[in-house]
């Protein structure tokens, strides 16, 4: 006979390996504040629509209450046999309380449960990441205060394109990260949305109440359609995919800083406190924080095809198959904000070496671009000014000089509309303020974006 709380129908006992490859408990127990939370409201809504007397209540209540607080000390053992963390719950409910523990589960299933324990653990997590994100945010706009004034090369391909302000730099990484929260603020919206009362996937016909459940768990709304509900992981795909536009942009960033404290660039010290060395080679200082959250991109864009892959073939509506969801959204979760953290903190301690960053946009014809536009502010179609400059910049890759060093009459040789005022815009100074169209890289652009930013973000 089964033991199960599912057992009726069953005449053997589940064998034991099923239930080690069946149980979820091992992992789904991080789940255990937000089912109580969750059994809670349903539970005060039965006992509003007299399925519960108000003692009942009163002791699924407290019952529940003692359940968490010994889980929370650590003292509650949860048992691969009750499957996952619903059933866990509800039996040692059971055990505490009697009967009224046993009329917990009315009107629910653990399909709607899991749906509803999820997105209360997702709608934590939204909260969570965005203040994460806040503060990477508010740690770019640090720096890009720091740095203000300072110039560096832009680069395309990795090759010296442009010079531009480091604020600039650290500003472009605030918008990603700002377009990351508002991603996650969007999710947020889609998994705030109550799946609990659609059962097991038809509703129910016992007297509910969905909408008093949603707002005893500030959900916005309830779900429109108990078939869509019960399989709908498109909340956690949603969010997942959130996850990997972070770490993605992450990565991107690590990327840089890699190549950025490498001795051919040593535009940026990392402090010794967030580098490690070699067990071999004595002078050997790591940016290992950056390779491993560029590393770590792999695990959450693999959590996002997981549940992708998951989701693909199935029909409607709960499958088992759901149950896979939970690993990869919890090691997204975990990889994503461990990443965020210790980059902003990493922020806090960098220091770039300024003047190598100078010295960097005075080779390799940085302002050629800037030759061209003086050109075409001279009326030279752009098409015949970038040939213009071309032939200069070659002329000088011959000469083994740059374009800065070649006298006014040289220049001349290429086109006699230059004059002397030239010079100001072959500058890196005056490359760099020209450059003021909105979002260009010119200081008083850049000053205005900064302190925008700083507003936003209550510094200063
Ligand atoms: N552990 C299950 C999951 O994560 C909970 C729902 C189980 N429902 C069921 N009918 N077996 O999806």
């Known amino acids: 006979k089964s033991e199960k709380p599912w057992g009726g129908r069953f005449e053997q006992a589940t064998a034991a390996s099923v239930e080690a490859f069946t149980e979820s408990i091992s992992y789904d127990k991080r789940l255990y504040r937000y089912d109580i939370e969750g059994s809670k409201a349903h539970a005060a ?69 899991i749906a509803l324990d999820l997105r209360l653990y997702l709608r934590d997590q939204c909260d969570r990441l965005m203040a994460l994100l806040d503060d990477a945010r508010r740690a770019f706009v640090v ?35 700002g377009r990351d929260k508002e991603r996650i603020a969007d999710c947020r919206k889609r998994i705030n949305i109550l799946p609990l009362g659609t059962a097991a ?30 399989g709908d992981r498109d909340f956690a795909i949603e969010f997942v995919s959130c996850c990997t536009m972070i770490q993605l ?34 002078q050997k200082k790591n940016p290992d924080i950056p390779e491993l959250i560029r590393g770590k991109s792999g695990r959450v864009v693999g959590s996002l095809m997981s549940l992708i892959t998951l989701m693909k073939g199935l029909p409607l509506t709960y499958n088992r198959d759901l149950q896979e969801d939970k690993e990869p959204v919890f090691d997204a979760v975990d990889t994503v904000s461990a990443s965020l953290a210790i980059m902003a903190e990493m922020l806090g301690n960098l220091e770039f070496n300024t003047e190598r960053m100078e010295d960097a946009t005075k080779t390799g014809f940085i302002t050629a671009t800037d030759l061209a536009d003086y050109l ?31 006298s006014l009459e040289e220049m001349r040789e290429f086109s006699p509309i230059i004059d002397k005022t030239v010079f100001a815009v072959l500058s890196v100074e005056g490359s760099v303020n020209s450059r003021k169209s909105i979002g260009g890289t010119a200081s008083l652009r850049v000053e205005e974006a900064v302190r925008t930013a700083e507003k936003h973000m209550g510094i200063g």
Not at 144 to 173: D, E, F, N, S
Not at 377 to 405: N, Q, W
């Open 249 to 282: 942009h992450l990565s991107r960033l690590s990327e840089e800083l890699v190549i950025w404290s490498s001795q051919e660039f040593s535009f940026v010290q990392i402090a010794d406190k967030f580098c490690t060395g070699s067990s071999i080679m004595p």
């Open 45 to 113: 809504m039965l006992a509003a629509n007299k399925l519960l007397s108000q003692d009942e209540l009163t002791s699924i209540v407290d019952g529940l209450s003692a359940i968490e607080a010994r889980i929370e000390e650590g003292t509650f053992s949860f048992k691969s046999e009750l499957e996952d963390i619903h059933m866990n719950i509800e039996h040692a409910l059971i055990g505490a309380i009697g009967p009224a523990g046993a009329k917990l589960h009315s009107a629910r299933s653990r399909n709607d449960q």
């Open 376 to 406: 075409v502010l001279h009326d030279v179609p752009f098409r015949d000014a970038h040939g213009i400059v071309g032939r200069a910049v070659a002329s000088c890759i011959e000469k083994g000089c740059e374009l800065t060093d070649l």
């Open 201 to 230: 996937m038809a509703g129910t016909g016992l007297p509910i109440d969905r909408e008093m459940v949603a707002e005893l768990l500030h959900f916005d709304a309830v779900t429109a359609n108990s078939m869509d509900t019960s």
């Open 143 to 177: 720096l890009a205060r720091k740095y203000m004034g300072k110039v560096m090369p832009g680069y395309t391909h990795l090759q010296r394109a442009q010079p531009v302000l480091i604020a600039h730099h650290m500003m472009a990484y605030y918008e990603m990260f």
